[in-house]
């Protein structure tokens, strides 16, 4: 292995073990308990990351949550608009329902936790959302619909409503306070595709 390639490992290393500790102890995560768990020492964080919050901002920055708007792409060529909607509603579906669920939705609480009182993190963590919400518009822009086609502009506020309205959703089936099915998850996004929604071209 490389100097580059051991860096970027032990950088790997360290993301990966910052998580499952955030995950565990939200704000009280310690920074001697993330090294031990990746194999390293705080010396190669302060190398790496230039401290613990640096450490935690790469962490955040990594973090895109469980959609793959990827998966959904590679089989969406020259589909209309309804029907990606649809496979974006049923991805969400399947995620709610994953046996991982309730520990994935543990970490973003203990993600908040952490986030919540700190403007650094918090303006990373928005800038994660906000490029999966982009990388999802890139999904529907240019899709046919009504007549016409999607612009950047409405497909990304489509993004924003279906991501928002669907992720909610899920965790309402995660807590067991709703059974919902997958074709239900499908009306609830086919719902969002109104003018109101899209805006203008």
Not at 119 to 146: P, Q, W
Request: proline fraction near 3%.
């Amino acid at each position: 292995m490389t100097r580059a390639e051991s860096k970027e490992a032990n950088k790997r290393a360290l993301i990966d073990a910052a998580r499952e500790v955030v995950g565990r102890e939200g704000s009280r995560a310690k920074l001697e308990e993330i090294t031990e768990r990746a194999g390293l020492t705080t010396g190669a964080v302060y190398s790496l990351f230039g401290g613990k919050n640096g450490l935690l901002v790469a962490m955040v920055t990594d973090y895109a949550g469980p959609f793959d708007p990827e998966t959904i792409a590679a089989a969406s060529a020259g589909l209309p608009l309804e029907e990606v909607v649809a496979d974006v509603a049923r991805q969400f579906w399947r995620m709610a329902n994953d046996p991982e669920a309730i520990g994935q939705l543990v970490f973003e609480g203990r993600l908040l936790d952490l986030v919540l009182n700190d403007a650094k993190l918090r303006s990373r963590l928005g800038d994660a959302i906000r490029s999966v919400e982009t990388e999802l518009a890139g999904l529907f822009t240019g899709r046919a619909h009504d007549g016409s086609v999607l612009s950047h502009g409405q497909a990304l506020r489509l993004a924003r409503a279906l991501k928002a309205t669907l992720s909610s959703l899920g965790q309402t089936v995660i807590l067991g306070v709703q059974d919902c099915s997958e074709e239900y998850f499908v009306d609830v996004a086919h719902a969002l595709i109104t003018p109101r929604v899209l805006g203008p071209a």
